[in-house]
């Protein structure tokens, strides 16, 4: 039946991950409602970046299913355009074409894969820019770039595919510290405006205040999902109160 999961934008059941002999992603299973903000936490090698990977195919799954609106993301059929017209990406080391303008780094996806004249493209990566504060850098390269500035463009570029759903992987880890607040500000505003997002952060100060829902994977479990509230306040599982009083 048609739109049965209408408020559903990310499904993933039973999905499980090996790298050779090494199980990365142990049947993991949850679901992202529209226009929510999933923060996933965990030490460091407990799958966080290969789940991410997984949900735009960056990975392949080994089983299971993962449905992104409608769109089956393990099915060989699905092709990667529609994957990535469909979800962005933030790196934690930003991805930047280093060859291209800020501006042309925004215009050229929209382009090149969703075909929008390059005037078009360029009022929407214009309004971008100012969006996240730096429209008088659209001339210059990355290179002359703070880290801070550098995500907030990326996070403009992944926003001019204009996407159903943005996967942040350790956005502000790369950055100094006086940088971090910048880019967390930027993500702030989006899912204040109603984005879908999936966030790997150790900023446990934005998913308090942002997040709806927080996931703590450990060595490819996940162990918990529930509210920012209960899991600062009473951690149900040990590795989740270990985790948390190495990082609080
Ligand atoms: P996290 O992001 O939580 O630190 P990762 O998803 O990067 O964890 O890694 C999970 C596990 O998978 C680690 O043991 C890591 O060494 C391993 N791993 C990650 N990518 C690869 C790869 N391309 N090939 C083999 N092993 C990998
Ligand atoms: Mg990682």
């Known amino acids: 039946m048609s739109g049965i999961n209408q408020d559903i934008m990310v499904n993933i059941n039973n999905v499980c991950k090996s790298y050779g002999q090494l199980e990365v992603l142990k049947d993991i299973n949850f679901s992202v409602a529209k226009g929510e903000v999933v923060v996933i936490c965990g030490p460091s090698g407990s799958g966080k970046s290969t789940l991410i990977r997984c949900i735009n195919r960056l990975e392949k799954i080994n089983s299971g299913e993962i449905i992104v609106d409608d769109i089956s993301i393990q099915n060989p059929k699905t092709k990667i355009v529609d994957i990535s017209k469909n979800i962005g990406m933030v790196f934690q080391d930003f991805n930047l074409f280093p060859h291209m303008t800020v501006l042309k780094n925004i215009t050229f996806a929209p382009v090149k894969v969703k075909k929008l004249k390059l005037k078009e493209a360029k009022a929407i990566a214009t309004k971008l820019l100012e969006r996240v504060g730096i429209l008088d850098k659209a001339d210059q390269y990355p290179s002359s770039l703070s880290g801070g500035q550098k995500q907030r463009v990326a996070i403009a570029r992944s926003l001019a595919m204009q996407p159903e759903l943005i996967l942040f992987d350790e956005p502000t880890s790369a950055l100094d510290p006086e940088m971090v607040g910048e ?12 984005m879908t997002m999936i966030v790997v952060t150790h900023e446990m100060g934005f998913a308090r205040e942002v997040a709806d829902e927080v996931i703590f994977l450990d060595d490819g479990v996940l162990i918990e999902k529930t509210t920012p509230e209960d899991f600062f306040n009473n951690p149900n599982h040990k590795r989740a109160q270990e985790f948390l009083s190495q990082i609080l």
């Open 183 to 194: 880019v967390l500000s930027v993500m702030r505003d989006l899912a204040d405006d109603g």
